[in-house]
Nanobody, 116 residues
């Protein structure tokens, strides 16, 4: 059974940091690119960051470049999203997703709220 379980979300003040984790099981993690998406209130889901299956290549949406860092640990089958200098507009439900060709798996999401 495929599982992706996000954790690490919560309430943080503007300028603060959070580290999201996505622990996976049930598929060959090292063969999949891993991505983080988010969906803010009244907004469409957007791709935030992606990392290749070997971990050498990363991509970010412009709005988080220089603030967020995606990384993965293939031994632990876990992907991370380090989020620094958080802004109120980063408030969203964050989802991790595994992708390989037409195959894609999703987690259930974790809420991140940036507010004073």
């Amino acid at each position: 059974q495929v599982q992706l379980v996000e954790s690490g979300g919560g309430l943080v003040q503007p300028g603060g940091s959070l580290r999201l984790s996505c622990a996976t099981s049930g598929f060959t993690f090292r063969n999949y690119a891993m991505t983080w998406y988010r969906q803010g209130p009244g907004k469409e889901r957007e791709l935030v960051a992606a990392i290749g299956n070997i971990g050498g290549s990363t991509n970010y949406v412009d709005s988080v470049k220089g603030r967020f860092t995606i990384s993965r640990d293939n031994a632990k089958k876990t992907v991370y999203l380090q989020m620094n200098s958080l802004k109120p507009e980063d408030t969203a439900v964050y989802y991790c997703s595994a992708v390989q060709g037409a195959s894609r798996y999703w987690g259930q999401g974790t809420q991140v709220t940036v507010s004073s």
